[in-house]
């Protein structure tokens, strides 16, 4: 791909499993770009919170949490990791737990506008894929391209049980469709920016697609804009 390419800052919206993360990556590898992983941000939020015992509807505690958080990503050649005052999470953020946990403090007032912030400092200068839920909707509502990846419930569930078997503790398949419903379910109903596709996003369902055809679709359809 052109090195040259025109810096573009690239929204992907849609729920757990559509592969959004997988796509994000690639796209900006082809792109040269730096690739944002924002649930990471919230399962940082949602990790410190339980090592505090602050629960997931305690806006006050989440508030004294979120001014003394400090969240930084670090690129090495392990991927994108994440550091909380300093101690690296990466690991540890991506357990079923975490999950749930994110989606419910993702709710809360005080931790999306304190998100809101970090991810517009991140997204000044552009040439990025930007990840998440609310990407093309509130964060960079002037995105220059946004897509929404979707795909059926049970294909996403499919996914994440493939990615998570042999890890310690896996859940069964049953488990992680009932999860990902359940986490759906809040992330698209909930009443601040909820999970929803722009108005002028470009709508993916993987539900057949692999993720080179994807990523294929997604290169053909910002190709005139790079130049
Ligand atoms: O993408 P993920 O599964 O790592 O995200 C974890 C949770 O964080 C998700 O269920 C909802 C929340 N989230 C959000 O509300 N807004 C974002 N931009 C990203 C994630």
Not at 4 to 14: C, P, Q
Not at 97 to 117: G, H, I, N, Q, T
Request: glycine share 6%; charged share 30%; with cysteine.
């Amino acid at each position: 791909m052109n090195t040259n390419a025109k810096l573009l800052l690239i929204t992907i919206d849609g729920p757990a499993g559509a592969g959004k993360t997988t796509a994000s990556k690639i796209l900006a590898e082809r792109l040269g770009y730096k690739y944002i992983d924002t649930g990471a941000l919230y399962r940082g939020v949602a990790y410190e919170a339980k090592k505090s015992n602050i629960s997931s509807d305690d806006d006050a505690g989440l508030e004294k949490l979120c001014a003394t958080l400090s969240l930084e990503f670090v690129r090495s050649e392990k991927g994108l990791r994440l550091f909380s005052n300093k101690s690296d999470i990466t690991d540890e953020i991506r357990t079923p737990e975490m999950s749930m946990l994110a989606s419910a403090v993702s709710a809360r007032m005080v931790v999306r506008k304190y998100l809101l912030f970090q991810q517009k400092e991140l997204g000044k200068g552009k040439g990025a894929v930007f990840e998440g839920r609310d990407m093309g909707t509130v964060v960079f509502p002037m995105a220059d391209v946004k897509f929404y990846l979707d795909a059926s419930v049970k294909t996403r569930a499919k996914r994440r049980y493939k990615e998570l078997a042999g890890k310690k503790d896996s859940p069964a398949l049953e488990q992680i469709e009932n999860d990902i419903k359940h986490r759906d379910e809040n992330d698209k109903n909930r009443k601040l920016a909820p999970l929803k596709a722009a108005e002028d996003a470009i709508i993916i369902d993987s539900t057949e697609l692999d993720i080179d055809a994807v990523v294929k679709h997604m290169i053909s359809c910002i190709q005139n804009l790079l130049s």
